[in-house]
């Protein structure tokens, strides 16, 4: 039953093995753009606004925003289109820290990101519930924060199905959002032409009527503020430098056409936004978004006014949700570059059979909601908290670009000067708006986000810390029982099917399995005399980057394979290797043991388990539990798997 309804929810499991399988899961940069860019596109709805309603009686100043919001967003996404370049197997923001600035800068920038993406999927989902309710009556806000948690449990499902079915079926909102909101934007400026020749005469009297009173650090002061506060608009853009390995072949020109059309079409909403709030200067309303307000008066109050309303807020509302959408897209793909580097546990780099980090999608789901009922679905303060992490992360990944650019002049291309200018330029800005959020934030909720990030920074210590003890246990052991295969056996004893046969599992170290081979030779000297061995390949983030990944993977564990029977028929022993891949290994391995006792009927299964001093739930979570969970599944089919406990 339970099966079934797996399937029903998620579909039918991919083959991940399947070269076909690697070009239907990418996206082109249309989809890309639609699936990334979203995040970036939906924060327009709350970003100019933040920054408007920061200037106060000021408003002629939203100028300023406008233009140095289009030129924001477009520097940089240029400084990312070179973390496209520079790494085009994804990572983003937390590749270019780790390989350019250090581990544990590194380890910072993505700590930061995950925090951010969490943000970003509570942030979105509340901004979005609160477009959708400004459409209903006010006695409906109390059941807001359920329509929350059930829209996160909807993405959860949605995103366990695969990347490109969400996007697919999010692509009709994401669409409607932008004909319709340009057309809305455009038609407020062409309605109220009449004031745009006044807008440029009135903002400059306005700045020296200011000046004049406080002097110019108070004006610089308080357009530097709303400015800051308006940088919710640019979240998002590092999305597609952290996904650049899920796009399609070639995969650097696809990133870059993607960026563009995100910078274009955010830079036009964001700008365009502003500018109507200058010409209509709507007025803030209790229960309604700016955007529904200004909205209102350019549509005014007749029937297909009301209705053309009612579809821009909706699609609003849903756009916000796609943006949501991106949190599920990108966040666990972070987690699982931070798994390969073994700062989180490494289940979060395992893929799913719908070739998704299930665990990672999850996870943010759960962090999402949790966020969402602390705060009670406040977006003023998420976007507070949300802003500062993806500053932290501009910040340091715009960094690192400049001392690339700076270590690498004289092989670098004669361009040098001006990518370096760039970088420098796009590291400046985004410190600044960093440094300023936190100076004016910090005690308004700023210390929250700050506190989160530095106790998932300590947390990826000491897993990290962790598994570096337990690899170099485990290289210890793979030095001391590795033994040497002296002379290659060119005729090789021949099985006999009926004699008792002893299983074998191999994972990636050699040393546990020679641990187990040797134990079973000890424990029933000449007992068994055939030994069959067996491995899954797992199909993870890391190998299914590309189908030069998968064969290196699938290359590794036959050459593992290989080794044991080697050493078997060195001394005559008769031995041969049955080797599975796929996304889960137990049921690879499941197979695998299938297929061993319809050849081998009198086979017992053997596997080494890691046994700590400590052995916890923490330690459980750190490592699979693929013996006892197997020992589970064949113990119920009436097979025979013993686990050798080592010691680590």
């Known amino acids: 039953m339970l099966s ?43 970003g100019p606004e933040e920054a408007f309603l920061a200037l106060g009686s000021h408003t002629h100043f939203a100028l300023y925003i406008a233009i140095a ?62 477009a959708l309710f400004s459409l209903l009556p006010s006695s409906f806000l109390p059941y807001k924060l359920l329509a929350e948690a059930m829209l996160i449990f909807l993405l959860i499902i949605l995103n366990l199905r695969g990347m490109k079915e969400s996007i697919l079926i999010l692509l009709p909102i994401f669409l409607g959002f932008i004909v319709l909101h340009a057309v809305l934007i455009l038609y407020g400026i062409f309605a109220h032409r009449h004031g745009l020749s006044f807008i440029i005469p009135k903002t400059i009297h306005e700045t020296q009527s200011l000046i004049s009173v406080v002097g110019w650090l108070p004006f610089l002061g308080l357009v530097l503020h709303a400015y800051s506060l308006g ?15 899920r796009l399609r072949e070639p995969r650097v020109v ?58 821009a807020l909706l699609l609003e509302a849903c756009l916000l949700f796609v943006g949501a959408n991106t949190g599920f897209l990108a966040g666990p793909s972070v987690l699982a570059n931070m798994a390969i580097d073994n700062w989180m546990p490494t289940r979060f ?127 210890e052991l793979d030095t001391h029982l590795k033994q040497p295969i002296t002379e290659t056996t060119t005729h090789p004893l021949l099985p006999d099917l009926q004699q008792p046969t002893a299983g074998i599992l191999v994972g990636k170290n050699l040393g546990a399995g020679m641990h187990t081979l040797l134990c079973v030779l000890r424990m029933f000297p000449h007992h068994f005399k055939n030994f069959v061995f067996l491995s899954a390949g797992i199909v993870d983030v890391q190998s299914f980057s590309g189908q030069h990944e998968l064969e290196k993977m699938k290359a590794e564990v036959n050459e593992m394979l290989k080794y044991f029977v080697d050493y078997c028929h060195q001394y005559d022993i008769s031995a041969e290797a049955f080797a599975g891949f796929g996304t889960d290994p137990v049921e690879e391995l499941e197979k695998l043991t299938e297929n061993v006792c319809h050849k081998y009927p009198n086979c017992i299964f053997f596997s080494s388990k890691l046994i700590f001093k400590r052995d916890n739930w923490i330690t459980r979570f750190l490592h699979n539990e693929t013996p006892n969970t197997l020992q589970r599944q064949l113990h119920m089919q009436g097979k025979e798997l013993v686990i050798i406990p080592m010691r680590i």
Not at 27 to 37: R, T
Not at 231 to 245: I, P, R
Not at 393 to 411: I, N, P, V
């Open 4 to 46: 079934i309804l797996k399937k029903l929810l998620l579909g039918n499991p991919l083959n991940p093995l399947n070269p076909a399988i690697l070009r239907h899961a990418s996206l082109i940069a249309f989809l890309a753009w639609v699936g990334l860019g979203a995040d970036g596109l939906s924060s327009s709805c709350y």
């Open 69 to 130: 919001t289009a030129i924001t967003v477009f520097v940089i996404s240029l400084g990312y289109n070179q973390v496209i370049a520079l790494f085009p197997s994804g990572g983003g923001g937390y590749k270019v820290a780790t390989q350019l600035l250090g581990p544990h800068v590194g380890l910072v920038s993505g700590a930061a990101l995950i925090v951010d993406y969490v943000l970003t999927i509570a942030v979105s989902t509340a901004s979005g519930m609160d």
């Open 231 to 245: 940088s919710g608009t640019y979240t998002g853009l590092e999305a597609v430098s952290n996904n650049v390995n």
């Open 254 to 311: 696809t990133g870059k056409w993607t960026m563009l059309y995100m910078a274009t079409s955010l830079s036009f909403m964001a700008a365009g936004f502003m500018l109507l709030y200058l010409l209509w200067n709507p007025a803030p309303t209790a229960g309604q978004t700016l955007n529904a307000v200004v909205f209102h008066s350019i549509l005014g109050p007749s029937a297909l006014g009301e209705f053309v309303l009612f579809m």
């Open 349 to 475: 780099r395992h893929l799913s059979t719908r070739l998704v980090v299930q665990n990672g999608v999850i996870l943010f789901g759960v962090s999402a909601l949790g966020i969402l009922i602390w705060c009670d679905g406040a977006v003023s303060l998420l976007v507070i908290l949300y802003s500062i992490n993806v500053f932290i992360t501009f910040t340091l990944s715009l960094l690192g670009l400049s001392f690339f650019w700076l270590r690498h002049r004289k092989e670098a291309s004669p361009y040098w000067f001006w990518r370096l200018l760039l970088s420098f330029t796009a590291f400046i800005i985004s410190a600044s708006i960093l440094c300023i959020t936190l100076f004016t934030k910090l005690q308004s909720g700023g210390w929250l986000t700050l506190a989160i990030t530095c106790a998932v920074v300590f947390l990826c210590l000491l897993v990290k810390k962790h598994y570096q003890n337990v690899s170099k246990k485990l290289a």
